[in-house]
């Protein structure tokens, strides 16, 4: 029992990003959270939390620590604790369509089989960021790392992007023009676009070409399902993440348009609200899509 209330009380500090909020949830004092986080790090030989004025960050033994134990603590409270049986706890969830359908959804689906109810919300990241800040919604899976007040992030993965189009679009680009201005070589290719601000071919542009696409915009489509599609259509070129291309690709209805030797790389990230502390459900969330992002394919 005793080794119990040690991660716990790991599990709280870890969740809520603060020894003296976890110690509010916990109903005791913050130098007893203090000493248990002190007696846990004893036992194991190594720091779980850089502590600062700022609150409690999770080290890297802390990360790797709370993806291991976060499950199987839960349930032994909850068998210990006993409580009485209620509805289940719905957890409200933003993030763009085509990664909450890949990615998001299968890695969270064993959690509704535990009394976890899942919520989603679809959209654009700057919007699910803000009402993620007002309350209305309690996780973020985001793919930028905005600035908003009392929100805090975490990086789940890297992405691999990808400049693709059909094959009769990439028989009109001029390969000794592309290898030597290769922005101008694909200027007269339409885009096919995420949003109206270019989010993501903007993104490629700027880091390979030092400019933003002065391209046409054939379609924008906030899903990169839809835009892949258009571009498998040859309605126009568009950076993509790889694992999402990489079937089209293999299959031919799609090439890569330009190479470079250091790939664009973008980070998808988990928003959480920084001031409170998760519910115990929402903590499960956090720490099964922070599990789950290691498996995900990084190219």
Do not use: C
């Not at 654009?124 to 009392?150: I, N, Q, Y």
């Not at 880091?207 to 839809?226: I, M």
Request: net charge neutral; proline share 8%; charged share 20%.
């Amino acid at each position: 029992m005793q080794e119990l209330d040690l991660l716990h009380t790991f599990l709280e500090v870890h969740r809520a990003g603060s020894i003296t909020a976890a110690a509010a949830r916990l109903g005791v004092s913050q130098p007893s959270v203090s000493e248990r986080i002190a007696r846990l790090e004893g036992e194991l030989g190594t720091p779980l939390f850089t502590r600062s004025a700022r609150g409690a960050t999770p080290t890297p033994a802390g990360d790797a620590l709370a993806v291991r134990v976060a499950g199987p603590v839960d349930r032994l409270r909850e068998v210990w604790v006993a409580p009485a049986p209620g509805p289940a706890e719905t957890v409200r969830i933003g993030g763009a369509s085509d990664v909450v359908a890949s990615r998001v959804i299968p890695a969270l689906a064993p959690l509704t089989g535990e009394g976890v109810s899942l919520a989603f919300t679809l959209g654009l990241a700057h919007d699910l960021l803000a009402r993620l800040a007002d309350g209305e919604l309690d996780v973020v899976v985001s793919s930028v790392r905005t600035p908003v007040r009392g929100i805090r992030y975490r990086g789940l993965v890297d992405e691999e992007f990808v400049l693709v189009g059909a094959p009769a679009l990439a028989r009109t680009i001029d390969r000794k023009r592309l290898a030597a201005e290769p922005a101008g070589a694909l200027q007269h290719l339409p885009l096919v676009a995420y949003d109206a601000d270019l989010s993501i071919v903007r993104r490629y542009w700027r880091s390979q070409f030092g400019h933003r696409p002065a391209n046409p915009v054939a379609v924008t489509v906030p899903d990169l399902r839809g835009v892949l599609a258009a571009v498998v259509a040859g309605i126009g070129i568009s950076a993509l993440p790889r694992y999402l291309a990489e079937p089209a690709i293999g299959a031919g209805t799609v090439e890569v348009l330009h190479r470079s030797d250091e790939a664009p790389i973008n980070t998808l990230h988990l928003a959480i609200r920084a001031a409170d502390p998760p519910t115990p459900s929402t903590g499960r969330v956090i720490d099964a899509l922070a599990e789950r992002a290691r498996d995900w394919d990084v190219f």
